[in-house]
């Protein structure tokens, strides 16, 4: 869901769905998972290169130690989830987008809360710092870009009204970029905030925007699948290609040289590709992801647990990591019984086996009816034919 690089250019950071941070060395081989987040983790940011923030669905922000690989703080106080984060230039002041409607502003190192902004009329998602650190910028669904003075930590203006909501922001030296859920996709000065350029395409949403290290070139991912390159001297489209894979693109970060983009999306790998020019990229991750293949060629049953269950769930003990535990050996395995999986209270202390009965009744009810209190989300299969059909699919792949 989201992607770092650190200032030496040797680590990256993702954001994943599966409710952990994982730190990479650049090249491919994984340090390590960071776990504490209890839901999907949408945003990350290196503090420096040793220390790391992320915040996630679960309303908090965790702090990390990436040489021990362990959590040193976590922050509550966001009563939503935390989309984005920005670290002040001087490492000491630590911003979050928040969707409960606030801007969020803790010290580091320690993460003591400063202030939380109310202001914005709708969710916020992303934040940025100015060059100086002395301003902060936020992004809101309520269709603004506002301003904050970190020091004081109050509103200052309203930079930009673009009306539809703006998704993310970025800030470079004199100017700031957007992109919004309608495609938009410009740049404003950020003192006048008079527009230096439209890059709006016809494509919908805007997800992503990096900068390289440099500031020289903008990436900018979208919902279609596409990512395109803005050279900032000229403010010209410099690159526009589809990226691997099916789906959106919704983490890009540069690396150190500003040569290749790490870039993610529902696909559950990262890849690293020529910024400019997707050649066939080595892939952060090798495991085969079938749940990009042709819906058409599958049976109902595969089509049911593709689209609702394989985010989450692996058929087979493959070692593969999701958000729930694999299902391998499902039926007339105890509830709540696969070793090493951390589930809730409520899912451990059941004392029932899984079958063809308990499934069904699991997805007739929903799991908030069935095992009220469990992580699973709240989900209900209303035909009694595509639960027969899942049912079967399982029994024969798991
Ligand atoms: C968004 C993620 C998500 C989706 C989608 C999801 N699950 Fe789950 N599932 C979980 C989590 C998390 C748990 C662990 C629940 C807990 O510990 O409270 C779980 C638990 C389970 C369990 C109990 C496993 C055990 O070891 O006791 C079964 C069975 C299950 N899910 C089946 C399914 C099926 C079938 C689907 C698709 C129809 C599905 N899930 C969709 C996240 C998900």
Redesign the pocket.
């Known amino acids: 869901m989201d992607a770092a690089i650190s200032d030496d250019g040797t680590h990256a950071l993702t954001a994943s769905f599966d409710n952990s941070v994982g730190y990479w060395a650049l090249g491919g081989e994984v340090v390590s998972w960071l776990e504490g987040h209890r839901a999907a983790v949408k945003t990350v940011a290196f503090i420096d290169d040793r220390r790391a923030a992320s915040g996630g669905d679960d309303f908090a922000i965790t702090l990390w130690d990436l040489a021990s690989g362990t959590q040193t703080a976590r922050l509550e106080g966001h009563k939503g989830q935390v989309a984005g984060l920005a670290v002040s230039p001087d490492g000491s002041v630590l911003a979050s987008a928040s969707w409960d409607g606030s801007v969020g502003l803790w010290s580091l190192p320690g993460g003591k809360p400063i202030a939380l902004m109310t202001g914005h009329g709708g969710v916020v998602n992303d934040v940025a710092f100015s060059a100086d650190g002395t301003q902060l910028y936020s992004a809101s669904a309520d269709g603004t870009i506002r301003v904050w003075r970190v020091a004081e930590a109050v509103e200052t203006r309203q930079l930009v009204h673009h009306g539809f909501g703006v998704n993310k922001l970025l800030v470079g030296d004199g100017w700031l970029a957007y992109g919004a859920v309608d495609g938009g996709t410009r740049i404003v000065e950020t003192e006048s905030a008079e527009e230096i350029a439209d890059l709006t395409l016809d494509r919908r949403p805007i997800l992503a925007l990096a900068a390289a290290p440099d500031s020289s070139e903008i990436a900018v991912g979208d919902g279609e699948g596409f990512v395109m390159t803005v050279d900032t001297r000229s403010w010209k489209i410099s690159g526009d290609y589809k990226a691997a894979g099916k789906g959106p693109v919704w983490a890009l970060a540069y690396t150190a040289d500003g040569k290749s983009l790490l870039a993610g999306g529902i696909d559950d790998a990262g890849y690293i590709w020529p910024a400019h020019n997707r050649l066939d990229a080595p892939i952060m991750a090798t495991k085969e992801r079938g749940f990009l293949r042709d819906p058409g060629e599958m049976s109902n049953g595969e089509r ?2 593709r689209r ?2 394989s ?3 692996s058929l087979t003990d493959d070692g593969a990591r999701r ?3 694999h ?1 391998g050996g ?1 039926f007339g ?1 105890d ?4 070793e090493g ?1 951390s ?2 209270q ?3 202390a ?1 004392d029932f086996e ?1 079958s063809a009965t308990t ?1 069904d009744r ?2 007739d009810l929903g ?1 908030d009816h069935f ?1 009220p ?5 709240m ?1 209900r ?1 209303v035909k009694p034919e595509d639960r027969a059909d ?1 049912i079967a699919f ?1 029994k024969d792949n798991t």
Do not use: D, E
């Open positions: 049911q647990f609702k269950c985010i989450c769930h958000a729930g535990p299902l499902l395995r509830a709540g019984s696969v999986y589930y809730s409520t899912v451990s059941l899984w499934i699991l997805f799991p095992i209190g469990s992580k699973m989300p989900q299969i899942l399982l």
